[in-house]
């Protein structure tokens, strides 16, 4: 199983990035996804899942309105549409398999750093 994580990189506030994340070595299609990310000296801080058919998503109320989950099953490639970005949302942000309640995540990539300042 790999998960590989890109499009990250140095944005001024108020910017937007598109996250992608490229899967092998299990079905794709048949698993929810998630990203999370970690701010330098914090947590690790859910983002965002959707489900395996892209038929239902959800967000963090922090993220609600500025970030946009997609998939396309067909290129194994989950994606993170992040705008009006702030410097909070300066994090190193990693996609995850997602296991059926969502609650839990079982595979992981090495992550794509978003910096977000002027």
């Known amino acids: 199983v790999q998960l590989v994580e890109s499009g990250g990189g140095l944005v001024q506030p108020g910017g937007s990035l598109r996250l992608s994340c490229t899967v092998s070595?299990?079905?794709?299609?048949?698993?929810?996804m998630s990203w999370v990310r970690q701010a330098p000296g914090k947590g690790l801080e859910w983002v965002s899942s959707i489900h395996s058919i892209g038929s239902n998503t959800k967000y963090a109320d922090s993220m609600k309105g500025r970030f946009t989950i997609s998939r396309d099953n067909a290129k194994t490639t989950l994606y993170l549409h992040v705008a009006s970005l702030k410097p909070e949302d300066t994090a190193l942000y990693y996609c995850a398999r997602t296991t059926a309640t969502w609650a839990t995540y079982d595979y992981w990539g090495q992550g794509t750093q978003v910096t977000v300042s002027s």
């Open positions: 070595g299990f079905t794709f299609s048949r698993y929810s």
